[in-house]
């Protein structure tokens, strides 16, 4: 009697086929992915690999789509503002297609154009009303579609990393771009009534750019802050060109002072641990008689002055007729004053030099301080440049370089070269 054999169930027919056609499936599989890949180290276990080359991954035509498809929202709101040949001749960093504006209201933009720079950059625009201390200009713009206000991006966490929409300007028009941004960090600004937000260095944002979400909501405007790239969030924006426009149309004022930090010399000497300390008064001026050389002003209207920047700020600001109540230190006591700032002397038609200068030893004249819209500013003449010629005097005293441009005759200019740091330019002075 044969021993029983243990039952073995049999495979179907249709099992043994089943199987050995996905094991074909995977042969085949493979050796495609080695044709189409044929830089991939191969794996032990191919399908998860196989499955994932061939797979089709997110394509850069859905980001160009969604972004195509922001710009049409924005193109209502974005424009371009171009640039006086006047200010491209100045060299200062210009683009040459102009300024990126957002509209406000049909009729009104707001943008951004450099405090050094001036109204007069804008050509053929009609300026409505410019803050000198942060470059913030709103200008009339035709009033072509109605156009609804921008909204306000409230963000509820800012050191979140996203992607904003950042606009730049091309030669036809505004366009925008993605820009990952790490974080968003709030910090104090003296331009600025409320905080604003810094990125982090090297992120991909120009001054001047506004910045909106990927829903179209208006994050801000990139400006410089102390040197660093900082977004003006979108409400502090609107708010203050909501404030310019409302201030009287009063010409800028002035009270005839010059100023310096305080260094640590200044400090042991005067008593005073913040401020600036005055270092000119004119004669002239309203400040004649009530402030001195060497007063330290601590805070001009309960703000302090902690910096030269509050005070240059403060200046910008001024208005012809209104009254400035300084707290300042003299021979170490604290005492409050108070004196209405005046408008400028007007002026004739003939151009002014607009320059203050002092003597440097052996190389010619410093410039201290430059008028706006002067002969000096229009040439593109900064504060700190040295000139070391003046027609063909070498070294000239700050008398030599007035009486220099005072003789010129009218439509002539004056060559003058300059020294900027490490640099040397040669400039004109056109009478």
């Given at each position: ?373 002067s002969v000096a500013d229009r040439a593109g003449l900064q504060p700190g440049d040295v000139i070391t010629l003046v027609a063909d ?39």
């Open positions: 009697m044969e021993p029983s054999r243990p039952y073995r169930p049999r495979v179907s027919r249709e099992t043994r086929l089943l199987l050995t056609t996905a094991l074909l499936a995977v042969a085949a599989l493979w050796v495609l992915a080695r044709i189409r890949f044929p830089d991939r180290p191969t794996t032990p276990n191919p399908l998860p690999p196989l499955l994932t080359q061939l797979a089709s991954g997110p394509k850069l035509d859905d980001l160009a789509s969604e972004i195509s498809q922001i710009q049409a929202r924005l193109e209502p709101s974005l424009l371009v503002l171009r640039v006086s040949s006047t200010a491209l001749a100045a060299g200062r960093g210009i683009t040459p297609y102009g300024f990126s504006a957002l509209r406000i209201r049909d009729d009104l933009a707001v943008t951004l154009v450099p405090s050094d720079t001036g109204r007069e950059a804008l050509a053929g625009q009609s300026v409505v009303a410019r803050d000198p201390a942060s470059g913030l200009t709103v200008v009339r713009v035709p009033s072509e579609t109605p156009v609804s206000p921008p909204t306000q991006w409230a963000p509820r966490r800012l050191q979140q990393a996203r992607y904003l929409i950042a606009s730049d300007v091309s030669r036809e028009r505004v366009s925008v771009r993605p820009v990952f941004v790490g974080s968003l960090e709030p910090v104090s600004s003296p331009l600025w009534p409320e905080p604003v937000w810094s990125v982090p260095v090297g992120t991909d944002l120009d001054p001047g750019a506004f910045v909106f979400t990927n829903d179209g909501e208006l994050a801000g405007l990139v400006v410089m802050n102390s040197g660093e790239r900082t977004i003006v969030p979108g409400a502090v924006l609107v708010a203050e060109a909501d404030r310019l426009l409302n201030r009287s149309r009063q010409p800028a004022g002035g009270i005839g002072v010059h100023v310096q930090p305080l260094t640590p010399a200044l400090v042991s000497a005067t008593g005073a641990s913040a401020g600036v300390v005055v270092t000119w008064v004119d004669v002239n001026g309203v400040a004649a008689g009530t402030l001195a050389v060497g007063d330290v002003i601590e805070a001009v209207d309960g703000q302090p002055m902690s910096t030269q920047q509050h005070w240059d700020i403060r200046l910008a600001r001024l208005v012809a007729g209104e009254t400035m109540t300084l707290r300042l230190r003299r021979h170490g006591q604290l005492q409050e004053v108070q004196m209405v700032a005046t408008a400028p002397a007007a002026t004739s038609a003939t151009p002014t030099l607009g320059l203050t200068m002092r003597r440097a030893t052996r190389m010619g004249s410093e410039i201290v301080r430059i008028d706006r819209a005097v070498e070294a000239p005293t700050p008398a030599q370089v007035t009486r220099a441009f005072v003789s010129a005759r009218e439509g002539h200019s004056v060559l003058v070269a300059v020294t900027r740091g490490d640099t040397h330019h040669v400039m004109t002075l056109e009478k």
